[in-house]
T-cell receptor
Framework: DQQVKQNSPSLSVQEGRISILNCDYT??????FLWYKKYPAEGPTFLIS?????DKNEDGRFTVFLNKSAKHLSLHIVPSQPGDSAVYFC???????????FGKGTRLSVIA | DAGVTQSPTHLIKTRGQQVTLRCSPK?????VSWYQQALGQGPQFIFQ???????QRGNFPDRFSGHQFPNYSSELNVNALLLGDSALYLC????????????FGPGTRLTVL
């Protein structure tokens, strides 16, 4: 039973356009959400996070939106750059320092 | 400042053998977590160590065990290897006070034949 779902295995976007990566979760106890980026032969790198008390968090070109009622979050990358091409993982955790639960990832390809 | 390091990079074993993977956390970090990432899947939590004790454990059998040393480095041991244990094993370190912000190493690719 997947508690964190990334239903799009891959996404292709043109350079300069917006990339939108989606993530759904089923566990209502999750209250902290993170996005990680992973390049081949490297470990996942923390990108941006959001607490359940917020509905938006922005860091440069990256913005994460959280819709608690829909149990849905999304990562927006504007503008997309070729260096953004990687696998993006959505992860969630609950209160009390519970372990991170990851989705299967979405492979983003930004085409020049 | 060195990040999280893992050794070895790659490893090939046969069914039934035992394997030990090693992890050195980022400088200043006191907590180490281990994850298994099978092909096409996201990382799956195995267990977490703090103060040389296993604090939390995911849904993995007892064949998976670990250890944390006084210098915060950690080992992951897997006994009686199965073909299904073939995966990328990731180590992540953090501060116990900032447990959600984890820094990952590059992983060890384990192949079981």
């Amino acid at each position: 039973d997947q508690q964190v779902k990334q239903n799009s295995p891959s996404l292709s976007v043109q350079e300069g356009r917006i990339s939108i990566l989606n993530c759904d979760y089923t566990n209502s106890m999750f209250d902290y959400f993170l996005w990680y980026k992973k390049y081949p032969a490297e470990g996942p790198t923390f990108l941006i996070s959001i607490s359940s008390i917020k509905d938006k968090n922005e860091d440069g070109r990256f913005t994460v939106f959280l819709n608690k009622s829909a149990k849905h979050l999304s990562l927006h990358i504007v503008p997309s750059q070729p260096g953004d091409s990687a696998v993006y993982f959505c992860a969630a955790s609950g209160t009390g320092n519970t372990p991170l639960v990851f989705g299967k990832g979405t492979r983003l390809s930004v085409i020049a | 400042d060195a990040g999280v390091t893992q050794s070895p990079t790659h490893l090939i074993k046969t069914r039934g053998q035992q394997v030990t993977l090693r992890c050195s956390p980022k400088s200043g970090h006191d907590t180490v977590s281990w994850y298994q990432q099978a092909l096409g899947q996201g990382p799956q939590f195995i267990f977490q160590y703090y103060e040389e004790e296993e604090r939390q454990r995911g849904n993995f059998p007892d064949r998976f065990s670990g250890h944390q040393f006084p210098n915060y480095s950690s080992e992951l041991n897997v006994n009686a290897l199965l073909l299904g244990d073939s995966a990328l094993y990731l180590c992540a370190s953090s501060l116990v006070s900032l447990i959600d912000t984890q820094y990952f190493g590059p992983g060890t690719r384990l192949t079981v034949l």
